[in-house]
């Protein structure tokens, strides 16, 4: 059995895979097409995060490829279609990073509310500025989520934790599903999310529904002091309405993990302004969630590719 891993990952699947057959770790092989489509003729495995484009050519050029293993969640990657019609099976990692991306969020709520950064700074420049520094409790506060998935209804429990109130909308999810019911999320409809939120945070996939589903309209709906925080994909926000409603003082800021190009072009204009942070894909990145994902994929690779059932499979 030959394997491929055409990106980063954490060794502690990798023993896993060499168990049963021929390992290639190739960190930057999802840079070259050409390298790619070499590869695959040889691979009976793939093993990807979200920078490998696997369209029809990559699927087409795999003779004896059999399965792709998605190290995370999002498949917008993935031509489904194509895998399907070449019979690839395609297994994810579905909640394996779902804390990390809840966390991540919490950090951001809380740096939002609180700038102990900054104070610390401002103290080593020899101030004692606690005037400046007066912070916002998030008790109290509303989240409003988008999406109520697996990380949504993981980040509510959180949020509740903390004392916030948290409403979300979800049209896939009914008022009886888990998380209206077992979470304290209040389901919501999409305009009483965005008028209501203090922080806004999004969380569903990115598809020809979601695409630019908060723009100019949406950022106008928004409290003057809320806050948006978007760890899901790049494309569902609209940038250029995000920088220009937060120049005109429609929201207070943003946090954006994910943008419509990845890595941010330098010229980008978000990054000139300071009430927008902008990280580089990080959510769902911490030592755990990798070592579990890198572990869960080799088990499910390898049980694809030993005709056993796997728990992973992606409905084709
Ligand atoms: P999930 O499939 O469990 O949940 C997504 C939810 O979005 C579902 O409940 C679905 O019903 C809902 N949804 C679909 N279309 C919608 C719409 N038009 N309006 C409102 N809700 C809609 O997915 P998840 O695991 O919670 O992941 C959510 C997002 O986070 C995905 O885009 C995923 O790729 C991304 N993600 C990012 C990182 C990161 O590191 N930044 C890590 C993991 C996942």
Redesign the pocket.
Known sequence: MKIIISEMMHPSGISRLQSIGEVELLPDLWKSKKELLQKMSEANALIVRNQTIVDEEVLKAGKNLRVIGRL???LDNIDLHAAKKFQVKVVSA??A??VS?AEYVMAAILTASRSITQAGEDVIKGNWNRALFTGHEVYGKTLGL???????HRLAKRAIAFGMTVIG?????REEDFPFVETGIMKADFHEVLKQGDFISI?????K??KS?ISWNEFHLMKKNAVVIN???GGIIDEAALLKSVEAGHLSGAFL??LEVEPIKLDNPLLNNHKITITP?????TKESQERISAIISDEVVNVLQGKHSLSLVPL
């Open positions: 995370g969640v999002g579905k909640h990073n779902a991306v988008i999406g109520t998935g697996e990380i949504g909308y979800d049209p896939y999810v969380h569903t996939p990115l598809t529904d979601t589903l760890t899901s994909r993990d994910v894909h990080i959510a769902g990145l």
